[in-house]
């Protein structure tokens, strides 16, 4: 699976929108971008995921740039519960047992303060 | 609301000892991944398991730990004998592969090792 590069924390003010980068340049045509998230003390909890466009839910929104070498994960109205490591995670999906592993990097440590 | 559950939650116990740790997954969902974290470490995959079957322990200490699927709805990793360099968190995930693969994770065991 591709590698993944966030940076380590930022903060977000309450009410605002929180924009999570995450670099994936090495990734492959079959890998999709995983968004989790991990509150303290809690397991990682799914947000999204997408192969090429721009994907939305009730939890966020996710861009990917036509190159697929970066994406933006998008908490549209930060709350103090979104406080948590969020980690970007590329894998490839599909039937074969090897796709679906999900590797953790290190995330970005977000802090929504009020 | 489907989840999946970890027992114990938590778990204080001597060097030496035999730990178990039990993973119900979400019905349904066939394939089942044990991870570990740390501080130090970060989220490590140790093992998983499709339609019960081990596909990849590679990331598992083969001289203590062992990990077992015994039916579709228990699985079981256990630590023998313990050290205290195995506390950490571990946590059971679930794959559902009718939503695009999306992995579920449970709360976590809490294991400490004195």
């Known amino acids: 699976d591709a590698k993944t590069t966030q940076p380590p924390s930022m903060d977000c003010a309450e009410g605002r929108a929180a924009n999570l980068p995450c670099n994936h340049s090495t990734i492959s045509g079959n890998e999709y971008v995983y968004w989790y998230r991990q509150i303290h003390s809690q397991g990682p909890q799914y947000i999204i995921h997408g192969l090429k466009n721009n994907e939305t839910n009730e939890m966020a929104s996710l861009i990917i740039t036509e190159d697929r070498k970066s994406s933006t994960l998008i908490l549209p109205h930060a709350t103090l519960r979104d406080t948590a490591v969020y980690y970007c995670i590329v894998r490839v999906a599909g039937v074969k047992a090897a796709g679906n592993k999900l590797t953790f990097g290190g995330g970005t440590r977000v802090l929504v303060k009020p | 609301d489907a989840r999946v559950t970890q027992t114990p939650r938590h778990k204080v116990t001597e060097m030496g000892q035999e730990v178990t740790m039990r993973c119900q997954p979400i019905l349904g969902h066939n394939t089942v991944f044990w991870y570990r974290q740390t501080m130090m470490q970060g989220l490590e995959l140790l093992a998983y398991?499709?339609?019960?079957?081990?596909?990849?322990d590679s990331g598992m200490p083969k001289d203590r730990f062992s990990a077992e699927m015994p039916d579709a709805t228990l699985a079981t990793l256990k630590i023998q004998p313990s050290e205290p360099r195995d506390s950490a968190v571990y946590f059971c995930a679930s794959v559902d592969r009718v939503a695009g693969n999306t992995i579920y994770f449970g709360e976590g065991s809490w294991l400490t090792v004195v």
């Open positions: 398991f499709r339609n019960r079957a081990p596909l990849d």
